[in-house]
């Protein structure tokens, strides 16, 4: 049976619009560092030819799981105790190829002067007992409302492909059985983000590889290239041969 409101029709429109408010700051901060993100993942792709931004995805924290996080925590339910005490309301996950990419967003964030990253909890220089991995920054975000600006705070979620498939699974498994998950799957979790951890590391120094072989070949190809008022000309390797020969030999 549905369970009987005790408050009355004019104070739930009240509530509802307080609610509301309070849900759009959220939203509107979001949209600040999705804009953010955007405006790096461009000038990455235009300036320079490599994009360390795989993929974002955001969400707003349900009112269920907020009145979870608030029971679990034991903090004043009212609007001020959940914006002082419920810090992923508003969340953004960034996926990077690399680990060494996330440091290099994270550092790009913290030169942006009208957020304060103020919190960072580094679970990938300190993984949890389970295996999981991922940098946690908390930002301060200013947002600008009709009547008044307030600092709206965002959980930015920064980890590799390889550690957002664990953890997505990891969430997943824990979701559904929601029961205590047997010992023996635990530890096999736990091995599964060893093993996420090593490609992780395979694949970044191949690439640091590939980056040698390429910057070398780079500097081969140049050479055989003349520039002249924007205008590039094509040196055949026979021309520089016999050139060399007769000027310097
Ligand atoms: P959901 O559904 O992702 O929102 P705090 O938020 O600081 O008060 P907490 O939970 O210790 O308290 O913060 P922390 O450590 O920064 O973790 C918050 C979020 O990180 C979680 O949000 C998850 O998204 C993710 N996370 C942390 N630990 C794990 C883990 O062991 N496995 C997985 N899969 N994700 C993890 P929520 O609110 O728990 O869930």
Request: with cysteine; net charge negative; hydrophobic share 35%.
């Amino acid at each position: 049976m549905k369970e009987q409101m005790k408050i009355n029709p004019t104070e739930l429109k009240e509530v509802k619009t307080e609610l509301m408010r309070f849900f759009m700051g959220y939203r509107f901060a979001l949209d600040q560092m999705k804009t953010k993100i955007d405006t790096l993942k461009s000038e990455f792709k235009h300036i320079h030819d490599y994009n360390p931004i795989e993929h974002v995805t955001s969400r707003i924290k349900s009112p269920e799981s907020i009145m979870r996080k608030v029971h679990k925590k034991n903090c004043p339910f009212t609007i001020e105790g959940i914006r002082e005490n419920i810090r992923d309301i508003a969340g953004l996950r960034i996926t990077c190829s690399f680990e060494t990419d996330i440091y290099v967003l994270r550092d790009m964030l913290q030169k942006h002067r009208d957020i304060k990253i103020i919190e960072e909890k580094d679970y990938i220089k300190n993984p949890k007992g389970n295996g999981y991995r991922s940098l946690h920054l908390i930002i301060a975000v200013p947002v600008f409302m009709s009547d008044r600006e307030e600092e709206v705070l965002v959980e930015v979620q920064i980890r590799t492909i390889a550690m957002d498939f664990w953890a997505t699974l990891e969430h997943k498994i824990y979701y559904k059985y929601n029961k205590d998950i047997p010992n023996h799957i635990k530890l096999e979790l736990t091995e599964a983000a060893t093993v996420a951890h090593q490609l992780d590391k395979k694949m970044e120094a191949l690439h640091t590889e590939m980056n040698v072989i390429k910057a070398n070949n780079q500097a081969e190809n140049e050479l055989e290239v003349l520039e002249l008022d924007g205008e590039q000309f094509h040196l055949p390797t026979n021309f520089l041969d016999q050139l060399n020969r007769v000027n310097w030999i």
